[in-house]
C-alpha cells in the first residue's frame, strides 16, 4: 500500500482543522500570544498632542534659513519646555523656546534644532545649521488618528501589541479562546519520571512531558493526562473523555504490535479515522481523525523522536489554526549542506535534526550523527529539520537542501 505523502495529511489535518469561533475579554497583559478577535480601535490620537522628537530649540524655520556653521543665527530664547510640561510660549520672529524630546511644540514654532547644531550665548542661541519646515517634530496623530484601526482583527499579540495598547489606553482585549489540549502516553513499559525502574526493559517516558511542552510553549491550555497501561478498557475509559478537549494527543501504541491497541479503540470512541501512516521519517504511523463538533484525534507514535516531529509538523500548525494564525504552515528555507548526508533506506521523506547557521551571507546546514527515532539526544545543540526527499540516497556536500527551523525560538 502506497503511504500518504506528508502534503497531503498536512492538507487533510487542515482542512478538518476550525478556528474556535469563539472569544474572550481579557486584561491586555494576559493576551501575549493570543490572537485578537476583533480590530482594536483607539479613541485618542497618537502622538496626542504636536511635540519634540529632540532636545533642542522649537523654533520658526523661516528664521533660520541661512543658517550654517560659519554664520549662525542668533535668537532670543524665551523659555523652556520639559517633557510634561505647560506650552505656554508663542515663538515669535527671532526667538526660540528651549525644549526637551516629548515636550509640547511651542505655538509659532514649526521645528525644532537639535541641541548639537546650537551654542547658548546668555539669553541666546546661535543656530549654526538650516532645517525645513516639519524637522523633528511629532505631528499630532500622525501615527494614528482617533477612531482609526491600531491592530487588525487576527493579528498576534506579542510584546510590541501589548506595548501599543498600553500606550492608547486599551486595557481590555478580545481574543480567540485556546484549543482545549489532553496528551496520553501509552505503554506497558512507561515509567513516569520519579517512579521507580523494576526491570531493565521498562522505559522512562519522553513524550508527554515534551508534547505537554510543546503546547505550553503555544500559550495552550493543556491537560497531561500521564501514562496508561497497555489495557484496552482502560484505554477506552480514558479516551471516552476526548469530548471534554478540542485537541487529544496520545503518543504509543499507533503502529503493528499486537498491544498497539491506540488505533482500533479510537474508532470505538467515534474518532473518524482520516488516515493512518505517513510517508515520512520518522513518525510514519502517525494517525489522524476527528470527533464530535471540531475535536482532533492525534496518535503519534511512540519512538521520541518520531512524536515531536509529528507534533513540530502535522500537530502544531492545526493548533495554530484553530488558535486563529494565519500563519500556520511551517516555513521553510534553503540551506547550503557543509557535509555529504547519505541513507540506506530512501522511501519516504526524513526530517533529520540539523544545525543551520549564516557564514559569509549563506545559510549553511550540517546534520546531527544520530539519526534514529529513539535518539532524542539528536535535538540537541540543532535549530532546524533538514529535508531529506523521498527515493534520494545521497546529498551531496555543496547541495541546496530544504530546512525547517524548529518552531521553539529560545
Ligand atoms: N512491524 C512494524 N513495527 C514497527 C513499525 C511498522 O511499521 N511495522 N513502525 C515503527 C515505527 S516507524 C515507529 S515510529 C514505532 C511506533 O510505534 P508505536 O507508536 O506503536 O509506539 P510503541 O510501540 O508504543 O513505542 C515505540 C517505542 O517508543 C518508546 N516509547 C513509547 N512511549 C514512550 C514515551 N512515553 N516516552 C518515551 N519513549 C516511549 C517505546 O518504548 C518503544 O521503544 O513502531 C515501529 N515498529
Ligand atoms: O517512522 Mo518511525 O517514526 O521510525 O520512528
Known amino acids: 500500500m502506497d503511504l500518504m505523502p506528508y502534503e497531503e495529511a498536512l492538507s487533510i489535518v487542515l482542512e478538518n482543522t476550525v478556528l474556535i469561533g469563539t472569544s474572550e475579554r481579557l486584561a491586555f497583559t494576559e493576551c501575549l500570544g493570543r490572537v485578537l478577535a476583533e480590530d482594536v480601535l483607539t479613541d485618542t ?88 519646515s516639519g524637522a523633528n517634530i511629532r505631528r499630532k496623530g500622525e501615527e494614528v488618528k482617533a477612531g482609526e484601526v491600531l491592530i487588525k482583527k487576527g493579528t498576534v499579540i506579542r510584546p510590541y501589541e501589548i506595548g501599543l495598547c498600553a500606550s492608547v489606553n486599551k486595557a481590555i482585549l478580545s481574543v480567540y479562546t485556546l484549543p482545549k489540549v489532553a496528551v496520553l502516553s501509552t505503554g506497558d513499559e512507561i515509567k513516569d519520571v520519579g517512579e521507580p525502574i523494576e526491570k531493565p526493559s521498562q522505559i522512562r517516558t519522553s513524550n508527554n512531558y515534551t508534547i505537554f511542552a510543546m503546547a505550553k510553549a503555544m500559550g495552550l491550555n493543556v491537560q497531561n493526562l500521564g501514562i496508561v497501561k497497555d489495557d484496552p478498557e482502560t484505554i477506552k475509559k480514558i479516551l471516552s473523555n476526548i469530548y471534554d478537549y478540542d485537541v487529544f494527543i496520545t503518543t504509543g501504541g499507533v503502529s503493528a504490535g499486537d498491544k498497539d491497541f491506540v488505533k482500533m479503540l479510537v474508532r470505538e470512541v467515534g474518532v473518524d479515522v482520516k488516515f493512518h501512516k505517513v510517508r515520512i521519517k520518522p513518525a510514519k504511523p502517525i494517525l489522524f481523525g476527528t470527533y464530535g463538533k471540531r475535536g482532533l484525534f492525534f496518535g503519534l507514535p511512540g519512538n521520541p523522536v518520531s512524536c515531536a516531529i509529528a507534533f513540530d509538523l502535522i500537530v502544531r500548525p492545526a493548533l495554530l489554526k484553530m488558535m486563529g494564525r494565519e500563519d500556520y504552515m511551517p516555513t521553510y528555507q534553503e540551506a547550503y549542506l557543509i557535509r555529504t548526508f547519505e541513507r540506506k533506506d530512501a522511501d519516504r521523506r526524513e526530517f533529520v535534526r540539523a544545525r543551520v547557521w549564516y557564514e559569509n551571507g549563506k545559510l549553511l ?3 546531527s550523527e544520530k539519526l534514529q527515532s529513539h535518539m532524542l539526544t539528536s535535538y540537541v545543540g540543532m535549530n532546524a529539520y533538514m529535508v531529506v526527499p523521498e527515493d534520494v540516497k545521497r546529498i551531496e556536500e555543496g547541495s541546496r537542501v530544504k530546512v525547517v527551523y524548529f518552531p521553539w525560538v529560545y
Open 45 to 132: 490620537d497618537k502622538p496626542l498632542f504636536d511635540n519634540s522628537a529632540m532636545d533642542g530649540y522649537a523654533v520658526r524655520s523661516q528664521d533660520i534659513q541661512n543658517a550654517s556653521e560659519d554664520n549662525p543665527v542668533r535668537l532670543e530664547v524665551i523659555g523652556e519646555v520639559a517633557a510634561g510640561g505647560e506650552q505656554t510660549y508663542t515663538v515669535k520672529q527671532g526667538q526660540a523656546v528651549k525644549v526637551f524630546t516629548g515636550a509640547p511644540l511651542p505655538e509659532g514654532a514649526d521645528c525644532v534644532v537639535p541641541v548639537e547644531l546650537t551654542q547658548r550665548d546668555g539669553n541666546t542661541v546661535l543656530i549654526k545649521k538650516a532645517l525645513k
Open 365 to 367: 546546514c550540517d546534520y
